[in-house]
Every structure is written in structure tokens, then in C-alpha cells.
């Protein structure tokens, strides 16, 4: 009579169950298992691609704070240097007499 020897394993995830018999020496081997692995490694996945997508839109966003930034501060050094030579120029009339 051969003998028989099952023995079930499961740690949440998966389950295993081997049967073992000594008459033809045939081991067979169950395994199953609810998927909640690649649930997890899935959510993590999405998780982990909206994070990314967070930061490369802030970072696109500080971007454009610093060049409209840096357009303002161009744009007023020029009306400043326009105020400059203008003021200039009236000095240096005013200074050169006038010619009859």
C-alpha cells in the first residue's frame, strides 16, 4: 500500500500544497494564490507615477514664475535705462548753449 503525505503551506498571499507518495515516488505540487501581489505592486506603480508627475509640474510651474521674473526685471532695467539717457540727453541741452 503506498503511503500518502499532504502538506499545505500559506502565508497570506499564497498557498502551496505538496503531496508526497512513496509508491512511485511522485511528488505533485498545488500552488495558488489570490493575485493581491500584483494588486500591490500595481498600486504602487501608480502611486509612484503620480508622484513624478507632482514634481515635473511644479517644477515646469517654478520655471515660469522665474522667467516671467526675469522678463519684469529685463523690462525695467530698459524703461530705467530709456529714463536714463533721456535724462541725459536733456541735461547736456541744457548745458550746450543755444545757437543763433
Do not use: H
Not at 529714463?83 to 541741452?93: F, K, L, N, Q
Amino acid at each position: 500500500m503506498a503511503t500518502e503525505r499532504v502538506t499545505e503551506r500559506s502565508d497570506g498571499l499564497t498557498s502551496e500544497r505538496v503531496v508526497e507518495r512513496d509508491a512511485g515516488g511522485t511528488t505533485y505540487v498545488e500552488r495558488g494564490g489570490s493575485g493581491m501581489g500584483g494588486v500591490l505592486i500595481g498600486i504602487a506603480v501608480l502611486a509612484l507615477v503620480a508622484i513624478v508627475a507632482f514634481f515635473l509640474l511644479s517644477s515646469n510651474r517654478q520655471e515660469a514664475i522665474r522667467t516671467d521674473a526675469v522678463s519684469s526685471a529685463a523690462s525695467s532695467v530698459a524703461d530705467s535705462a530709456a529714463g536714463a539717457a533721456d535724462a541725459v540727453g536733456d541735461a547736456a541741452r541744457s548745458v550746450t548753449p543755444a545757437a543763433d
